[in-house]
């Protein structure tokens, strides 16, 4: 569980956020995940809870997004 102060534990780690905005329980959440993790990438998609279920096509392309810029090429 993330909570506040946690930033100093955290390393500098690739992490995407695909963040459901109708999640309303979450949402303060969001907002100390993308303050407190440094390079964390928030992608809000128009999903509640389940956003890989409920809006699989926008989780699909943040991921497809994100992954390029942070695996190293072949």
């Known amino acids: 569980l993330l909570r506040r ?3 100093g ?3 500098a ?3 995407l ?3 459901g905005v109708w999640e309303k329980r979450f949402q303060p ?3 100390l995940a993308a ?3 440094p390079g964390c990438r928030v992608v ?3 999903a509640g809870h389940a956003v890989n279920l409920e809006n699989p096509e926008a989780f699909d392309a943040a991921v497809a997004a ?3 810029q942070v695996l190293p090429r072949a």
Request: proline content about 8%; overall charge negative; hydrophobic content about 45%.
């Open 29 to 31: 959440l969001r907002a």
């Open 44 to 46: 809000d998609v128009e």
């Open 9 to 11: 534990r955290l390393g």
């Open 66 to 68: 994100f992954l390029p």
């Open 5 to 7: 102060g946690d930033a």
């Open 35 to 37: 303050q407190a993790i």
């Open 13 to 15: 780690c690739p992490t």
């Open 17 to 19: 956020l695909v963040n």
